[in-house]
C-alpha cells in the first residue's frame, strides 16, 4: 500500500472517471472511507493502493494513478469486500469495469497482468488443468523475457524437488474444459466484454 502524499492541486484528475464507471458510479460516491474493504482484502498486502485508497482515488479524479497500479490485477474477486462494504458498493464489480479500462488503455501494468491471463487460462484450457513449466517459459515469451532470468533460480530449485518437469506427461483433461470456455465467451460476448 501507498503511503505517497499525491499533491491534489498539481495533478491531472478527471472528475468523470467515477462516472463512467459501472455498474453505477454514482454508488462510489458514496464510500465513507471506513477501510471495511482493506480490512476484509486478502490481496491488500501486496497491492500498492489499498482498495481503501484505490476508491478514494476513483473519487478524486485521478484515473492515470488508479489505471497504471498492479492493485486491480491482485484481486482474486473474492467478493469479500462487496458483501461487507457498508455503504452497499458493487466493489468487486467495479474492479472487474476498471481492469477493461486499463486493457483499453494497453498501460503497462495491463499489459503484463493481461499476459498472465491470458496464457494461464490458455494452458488451463488446453488440458484441465495447470501445467507450470509450460506455463512459466510462455508467460515469460508473452511479457518480458529478460525478466523471467530472475525467477532462474527458483526454477532450478523446484526442477531439483521434482515440482517443475520439462517432460509434459498425458494429463488426461486435454478438451474436457472447452465447454466452459465456450459458455464463458458467449456470456461475456453478450455483456460487449472480454477478449
Ligand atoms: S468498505 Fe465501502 S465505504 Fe468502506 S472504505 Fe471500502 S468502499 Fe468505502
Ligand atoms: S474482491 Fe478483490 S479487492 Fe475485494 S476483497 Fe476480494 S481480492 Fe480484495
Redesign the pocket.
Known sequence: MTSEIIDLTTVKRDTTFVDRLSPDGRLLR?????????ASCPAAHAMDLS??QM?RMVQLGLEEEVLSSKAMWLCSLCYQ?QV????G?P?TDTITRLKEMALKRQLAASRESAGFYRVFTDVVRRYGRMREMEFMVRYFLATNLLNGLNYAGMGLALFIRGKARPEFPKLGGEGRLDKLFERVAELEKAQGVGR
Do not use: D, K, Y
Open positions: 458514496r464510500c465513507i472511507q471506513c477501510g471495511t474493504c482493506t482498495p481503501r476508491w469486500c461487507r462494504c457498508p455503504r458498493i466493489l
